[in-house]
Structures are given as C-alpha cells and as structure tokens.
C-alpha cells in the first residue's frame, strides 16, 4: 500500500510568517498529491491538489512543490494567519485510484 | 459545503453492545468512505463504497461492516464494540473517487467503556 509520511509532527511559527510543511511519499508511480487541513473539531478540507507533470501549482496564498526526483511534496503558507492554525495532511491515491492514503499530519501552530 | 451528515455525533457505549453510525449525503455522489482518525496515526481508511451495494475492504477494517443499499446511506457497523474501537470516525464523499476531492462530514465520536 502507499505509505506517506511528515517530516515534523508540530510547526510553530509566527503571525506572518511564511509556513512550510513536508511530506514524503514512498510509490514513485504516485501521479497525484493532495494536501487538506483540518480546523479543531472538523472534518478535513481539501487546499490545493497537483499532478506528477507539474512542479508547482499555486492557489490563494499557498503554494504546492513536487520534487518527484527525492519522493517529496510541500505546502508553503504565505503571509501565515492565525485562522491557519490546523492540522495539515498530504495524501495521495493508491496505484487503483480506488483509496485515498492520508499522511499522518502536520499541526500548524501560528502565534499572534 | 457538501451535504454530508453523520450520525450519531457522539456516542458512548459500552463493550460488546453493536452500534452502527450512519452517513448520509444529498450531492449524489458515487464514492463514499469511512476512516477513523486516532492520535499518531492519523486518518485509516476503514471501509469504502463505489455504488450502490459495491463496498471493499481498507486498512482497517477487522471488526467493522458496511452496508450502502442506497445512493445517499452509507452505514458503519462494529457487530460487538471493543474499547480499541473507540475513536473518532469521518464519513467522506466523492463523485470522482481519489481523483479529486474528498469532502468530509463533521465527524463522530465514539467512546467505548
């Protein structure tokens, strides 16, 4: 199965700030990566997704890269709100495309 | 946001008592899932749905059972509850399957005595 993992259980930064969050991937067939964030006491929500034939997609404030060369995603979070405090999940679909495997999660942590 | 609905949102029950949350959804979409989400371990894909009476097997899915026998229900059953069961479980939709996105329900909590 697919096995996806992040670099660092907790971030904390400040107001401001611009937030990077790491995810591994281990299947270099992986052709499509999603990234959600899950507010307190919420179900998860989809931020921005991209495909293998793309390096960078880019949304409102956010920013997605792939390096398919090192099995590596990030999230960069510009200007870092306090409304973007959240836990932070990549994820991506089994060789099927019948299951989605989430990574185990990233708090984002933004002091004032 | 997606019309998804679980019920119950909380529950307490207790060992080997049989309880079945259910998920219910309004946008017509052929997907739907259930994952349990546990401190360290993230979300685990439990049981998923791909129509009508067309259910697989997830990661997890020892001592869990699923029934769809319409569009929009998508019902979770542990048959005798143990305490590792106790967690809290999202139901997820899609009309696209992986290839797109997921949109969750609000969650269930179920604590197991």
């Known amino acids: 199965g697919e096995s996806v993992g992040l670099h660092l259980p907790t971030l904390s930064v400040q107001e401001g700030d611009n937030s990077i969050i790491n995810c591994a991937y281990s299947?270099?067939?992986?052709?499509?990566f999603i990234w959600y964030k899950q507010e307190s006491g919420k179900g998860p929500q989809f931020i921005i997704d991209?495909?293998?034939?793309?390096d960078k997609r880019q949304g409102q404030r956010v920013t997605v890269l792939l390096n398919k060369t090192v099995k590596h995603l990030s999230l960069q979070i510009a200007a870092t709100q306090p409304g973007d405090s959240a836990v932070y999940f990549c994820a991506v679909p089994d060789s099927g495309y019948s299951t989605l495997t989430f990574g185990k999660g990233t708090m984002l942590l933004v002091s004032p | 946001d997606a019309g998804i609905t679980q019920s119950p949102r909380h529950k307490v029950t207790e060992t080997g008592t049989p309880v079945t949350l259910r998920c219910h959804q309004t946008e017509n979409h052929r997907y739907m899932y259930w994952y349990r989400q546990d401190p360290g371990h993230g979300l685990r894909l439990i049981h998923y749905?791909?129509?009508?009476?067309?259910?697989d097997k997830g990661e997890v899915s020892d001592g869990y059972s699923v029934s769809r026998s319409k569009t929009e229900d998508f019902l979770l059953t542990l048959e005798s509850a143990t305490s590792s069961q106790t967690s809290v479980y999202f139901c997820?939709?899609?009309?696209?399957?992986?290839?797109?996105?997921?949109?969750f329900g609000e969650g269930s909590r179920l604590t197991v005595l």
């Open positions: 997820a939709i899609s009309g696209q399957g992986p290839d797109g996105e997921l949109f």
């Open positions: 991209i495909r293998s034939n793309m």
């Open positions: 749905s791909y129509g009508v009476k067309d259910t």
């Open positions: 299947n270099s067939a992986s052709d499509y």
